[in-house]
C-alpha cells in the first residue's frame, strides 16, 4: 500500500509539474514575436542581456523536460492508459514548435486516401480555438476540404470515436499528433523544418523542441519540410542525424512552392500578378521564415514585414493598424492560415491575397506513400 501510495504521490507531482511548466511556456511565446524568440534562443542574439536571459530560459527548460521523459516513460513502459479505435490512425505531428508546414501535409494525405475511395476524419485538440468556432488550422483545412470532416475536441479519444461513429469514418488523421500519446496509431509522421530541425538543441523554451530529441525514435517516417532552404550537404547532415535517432523511419523530403494567390472572396491571380511589386507581408504562424523564403522566391519587393503570434485573432483594431502600416504597399501578403481570419478582401483599400502553396516531393515520395498503404 505504501508502495502504491508512493507512485500516485509522484505521479500527481509530475502532472503539476508538466501543467505548471506548459502555463509558463504559453505565456512567455505569447509574450514575444516569433522571430525575436528564435534569435534569442539560437544564439544570435548577442550581449549580456541575452545570455542572462537563455540562462534563466536554460533553469525553465529544465522540469519541462524532465517531465516529457517521465511523461514518455510511462508510456514506453505502459504504465499510461492508452486506447484503440476501430480503425487506422495515422499521426502527422512535430518535434518542434508550430511552422514546420504540417498542416499542408495533412491536406495532401487526406486527398490521397479520399482519392483511392476511402472515408477520412481529421481529428485534433482545437489549441486556441475559440467558443465561437473552430481555430485557425481547422478553418483552413475546411476551405481545402470541405467534405472532410474535422473533429477538434481536448479528448481526442472520445473525438475519433465519435468520427467513427457519426461520419461512418475508415481512417482517422491525428493532426498535431506526435506528444498525443492516449489514442494508438498505426503510423507515426514527424516533420522537421528545415530552418530549424532540431530546435536548436534545446526544449522548449530555452529551444523549439517540444520534448527531448530521444523521442524521434517512436516517428515511422520522418519528413524534412521546406528542404529546398538548405544545401545537398546539409540536408544529408541532417538526415544522418535522424538516422541516428530514429534508425527506423523512412526519410521524406518536401518543398512548399508557391502555386498561387487566393483572397477573401475565393478569387484567384497567378503569381506573376505581383512579380516586381511593392508588397506588406504579414503573418502570425508558428515560423515566420518559411513565409519569408516563399516571398524571396516570388520577385516582390517587400517593403513592409510584419509579424504577430501563432494562432493571432485578427481584431478590427489589428485591421485599421495593418491599414496604417501598409500605406503605399500595391498588395498585402499573407500566410492561408490568416487569411481565414482576417477574412478580408482589402484592408486600406489594399487587396489582400494569402499565397497558396503546394508540396513537391523532392525526395522519398514513392516509400512515403508506401508508408501511407500499409496502413
Request: net charge positive; charged share 25%; with cysteine.
Amino acid at each position: 500500500m505504501f508502495h502504491l501510495t508512493e507512485q500516485l504521490r509522484g505521479f500527481l507531482s509530475f502532472q503539476r509539474t508538466l501543467q505548471s511548466s506548459c502555463k509558463l511556456a504559453r505565456a512567455f511565446f505569447s509574450m514575444i514575436n516569433p522571430s525575436t524568440f528564435r534569435e534569442l534562443v539560437s544564439g544570435r542574439k548577442r550581449g549580456p542581456a541575452a545570455m542572462l536571459l537563455r540562462g534563466l530560459l536554460r533553469l525553465c527548460e529544465v522540469p519541462y523536460s524532465w517531465a516529457m521523459r517521465v511523461r514518455n516513460r510511462r508510456y514506453d513502459r505502459g504504465h499510461a492508459e492508452t486506447h484503440r479505435v476501430d480503425v487506422p490512425v495515422i499521426s502527422i505531428g512535430n518535434l518542434t514548435l508550430g511552422g514546420t508546414g504540417k498542416t499542408p501535409l495533412v491536406e495532401w494525405i487526406a486527398r490521397y486516401f479520399c482519392q483511392r475511395g476511402v472515408r477520412v476524419s481529421i481529428v485534433s485538440r482545437g489549441y486556441a480555438a475559440g467558443k465561437e468556432g473552430p481555430n485557425d488550422e481547422a478553418l483552413e483545412l475546411q476551405l481545402a476540404l470541405p467534405d472532410v470532416p474535422h473533429l477538434q475536441n481536448a479528448n481526442r479519444v472520445e473525438a475519433a470515436r465519435m468520427a467513427i461513429e457519426q461520419f461512418n469514418t475508415e481512417l482517422i488523421l491525428l493532426d498535431d499528433g506526435f506528444q498525443h500519446r492516449r489514442l494508438e496509431r498505426d503510423l507515426d509522421i514527424v516533420l522537421l523544418d528545415a530552418t530549424e530541425p532540431f530546435g536548436f538543441e534545446h526544449v522548449f523554451p530555452r529551444g523549439t523542441l517540444r520534448e527531448p530529441l530521444a523521442g524521434l525514435a517512436r516517428a515511422d517516417v520522418v519528413v524534412l519540410s521546406r528542404a529546398d532552404m538548405l544545401s545537398s550537404d546539409a540536408r544529408q547532415t541532417v538526415r544522418k542525424r535522424v538516422s541516428r535517432l530514429a534508425p527506423r523511419a523512412v526519410w521524406c523530403e518536401l518543398q512548399h512552392a508557391p502555386r498561387e494567390l487566393v483572397n477573401a472572396r475565393g478569387e484567384s491571380s497567378g503569381l506573376d500578378s505581383i512579380a516586381g511589386k511593392r508588397v506588406a507581408a504579414c503573418c502570425g504562424i508558428g515560423n515566420p521564415a518559411g513565409f519569408r523564403h516563399t516571398l524571396e522566391s516570388l520577385g516582390v519587393k517587400v517593403v513592409a514585414w510584419r509579424e504577430f503570434p501563432d494562432h493571432h485573432a485578427y481584431t478590427r483594431e489589428d485591421i485599421e493598424s495593418l491599414a496604417q502600416w501598409a500605406a503605399g504597399a500595391e498588395a498585402i501578403l499573407c500566410t492561408r492560415k490568416d487569411l481565414v481570419k482576417l477574412q478580408v478582401a482589402t484592408i486600406g483599400g489594399i487587396p489582400l491575397w494569402s499565397v497558396d502553396v503546394q508540396l513537391q516531393f523532392s525526395a522519398g515520395q514513392r516509400e512515403f506513400e508506401t508508408a501511407l498503404a500499409s496502413v
